[in-house]
């Protein structure tokens, strides 16, 4: 099993970056496809983005793509989210979650999360 740990969220203006990291620990990291997921207030949570276990695919929602970039570290048992150009409707808790074998786009298929970071974008 791997437990996830989430950082890096906080309050940016609008246009602004931030990088949120995801720490693993436990288990195979470089077995797991990884994700992140947000959920803002009184949504459902929606996929972010996703990558495989070698890196070599990455997957994006309609959303942010051009302005979100995910990436790993294997050695490292780390997973990012680099965000870019933000928005306020980007406004939203962030998870990271970890399914063993291929990628998905869709929560259900995670049997593991973090506990989320709070990103929060004023206008």
């Known amino acids: 099993q791997v437990q996830l740990v989430e950082s890096g969220g906080g309050l940016v203006q609008a246009g602004g970056s931030l990088r949120l990291s995801c720490a693993a620990s436990?288990?195979?990291?470089?077995?797991?496809?990884m994700a992140w997921f947000r959920q803002a207030p009184g949504k459902e949570r929606e996929f972010v983005a996703t990558i495989s276990r070698s890196a070599g695919i990455t997957s994006y929602s309609d959303s942010v793509k051009g302005r979100f970039t995910i990436s790993r570290d294997n050695a490292q048992k780390l997973a990012y989210l680099q965000m870019n150009s933000l928005k306020p409707e980007d406004t939203a808790v962030y998870y990271c979650?970890?399914?063993?074998?291929?990628?998905?786009?869709?929560?259900?298929?995670?049997?593991?999360w973090g506990q989320g970071t709070q990103v929060t974008v004023s206008s």
């Open positions: 436990g288990g195979t990291f470089s077995g797991y496809s």
């Open positions: 979650a970890a399914r063993w074998g291929g990628v998905s786009s869709s929560s259900g298929g995670y049997n593991y």
